[in-house]
């Protein structure tokens, strides 16, 4: 976490579920297993979409982002995460798209980092967890939006 660092959220989080505003995932404050603790910050359907600018060139080796899966909540792991550079902001190079191979039909509350660790140096960085879509067939829930929660980045 650096105060310098500049955030944009592409997407809109829930306003229900903040995580504290927009520099949530840059603050240093990490969520518990229960995602009603208030550090968690929610998409209810949506890609979680952010870009990073360090405000100057940076040398980057693993970057990670934290996120929960709580099914019984209708919480899921992001199906895939992108990992994008640029050099203007604009133009974007993807560094890697890492998986998510934690099983979807796992019940209880559960938190993992989904990391890409590559020696990088870049002043832009784009992370996008890709947001399950609708709710499995044989959940309760079946055929609603997923919900994608995420409560911080870690730059190493």
């Not at 140096?121 to 996008?128: A, F, K, M, N, V």
Request: include cysteine; hydrophobic fraction near 35%; charge should be neutral.
């Amino acid at each position: 976490m650096n105060s310098s660092w500049k955030i944009e959220n592409l997407t809109t989080y829930d306003n229900q579920y903040s995580g504290g505003g927009e520099r949530a995932l840059i603050d240093g404050i990490q969520g518990s297993s229960d995602f009603r603790t208030g550090a968690w910050q929610g998409y209810l359907g949506k890609d979680l979409d952010v870009v990073i600018d360090f405000r100057k060139k940076k040398e980057i080796h693993k970057i990670s982002v934290s996120v929960l899966q709580d099914i019984k909540s209708w919480i899921w792991y992001p199906s895939e995460v992108h990992f994008m550079v640029s050099k203007n902001g604009k133009d974007w190079f993807t560094a890697q798209i890492v998986k998510n191979e934690f099983p979807v039909n796992e019940y209880g509350a559960f938190s993992q980092k989904i990391s890409l660790k590559k020696d990088i140096t870049t002043q832009y960085l784009r992370i996008i967890c890709k947001n399950p879509g609708s709710i499995p067939a044989w959940h309760p829930g079946a055929g609603n939006k997923c919900w994608l929660f995420a409560d911080e980045v870690f730059i190493e």
